[in-house]
T-cell receptor, first 111, second 112 residues
C-alpha cells in the first residue's frame, strides 16, 4: 500500500555539522515531495519541495535529494544550528495538494 | 497579517459532547484543510476545501463535519466526541503552490 516513512525516529548532531534526514516512499505516482519542520508546540512550517522529475533542489542551507530508483528522499541541512532542533516530516502529494505525511524525525542539535 | 489562527488552544470534552474548532486565515487563500496529529505520528488529513462552498473528505473524515461559507473561515465540527478523537488539530491554508501550506498553532483536544 501507499506509505511515507522515515528510517530513523531521532537524530542527534553536533552544532556546525551537517544533518541528513531520510525518508522512504512507496507511491511511485507521487508528483511532489515536501519537507516540513515542526518546532515544539507549533504547527509545521514548509521548508522545501521537489518535483518528481528533479533529483536535487537547494534552498537556504538545505538540499533535498530524490532517488526515484529506490524511492528515497533526503533532507540535508548544512552547518546545523541549535535553531534547527525540531521534528522534520517528509510528505508526498497524493493528489491535488492533499499531503500524506511520514512519522517524523526528531533532530537534536548539541552545542 | 495574522496568518492562520485557531481557537481554542486547549479543550477538554466529555464523551458525547459536541464542539466546533475554529480556523480563520487573512491571506485570502482558497485552499484550506484540517489535519490531526497523534503522538509520534505525522499529520493525517481530515477534510479540505478548495474554495468557499466546496468541501471534501480526506483520509480520516469519520466523526467530523466541515463547512466553508466564506474564504476566511473553515470550522471543524465534532458532533459526538469520542476518546479516539483526542489529538492535536491543525488547520492549514495555501494559495498557488498547494504544497507550501501555512499551518495554524493547533488546538489540543482531550476527550474523556
Amino acid at each position: 500500500g501507499e506509505s511515507v516513512g522515515l528510517h530513523l525516529p531521532t537524530l542527534s548532531v553536533q552544532e556546525g555539522d551537517n544533518s541528513i534526514i531520510n525518508c522512504a516512499y512507496s507511491n511511485s505516482a507521487s508528483d511532489y515531495f515536501i519537507w516540513y519542520k515542526q518546532e515544539s508546540g507549533k504547527g509545521p512550517q514548509f521548508i522545501i519541495d521537489i518535483r518528481s522529475n528533479m533529483d536535487k533542489r537547494q534552498g537556504q542551507r538545505v538540499t533535498v535529494l530524490l532517488n526515484k530508483t529506490v524511492k528515497h528522499l533526503s533532507l540535508q541541512i548544512a552547518a546545523t544550528q541549535p535553531g534547527d532542533s525540531a521534528v522534520y516530516f517528509c510528505a508526498e502529494n497524493k493528489w491535488g495538494g492533499k499531503l500524506i505525511f511520514g512519522q517524523g524525525t526528531e533532530l537534536s542539535v548539541k552545542p | 497579517n495574522a496568518g492562520v489562527t485557531q481557537t481554542p488552544k486547549f479543550q477538554v470534552l466529555k464523551t458525547g459532547q459536541s464542539m466546533t474548532l475554529q480556523c480563520a486565515q487573512d491571506m485570502n487563500h482558497e485552499y484550506m484543510s484540517w489535519y490531526r496529529q497523534d503522538p509520534g505520528m505525522g499529520l493525517r488529513l481530515i477534510h479540505y476545501s478548495v474554495g468557499a462552498g466546496i468541501t471534501d473528505q480526506g483520509e480520516v473524515p469519520n466523526g467530523y463535519n466541515v463547512s466553508r461559507s466564506t474564504t476566511e473561515d473553515f470550522p471543524l465540527r465534532l458532533l459526538s466526541a469520542a476518546p479516539s478523537q483526542t489529538s492535536v488539530y491543525f488547520c492549514a491554508s495555501t494559495q498557488g503552490n498547494p504544497y507550501e501550506q501555512y499551518f495554524g498553532p493547533g488546538t489540543r483536544l482531550t476527550v474523556t
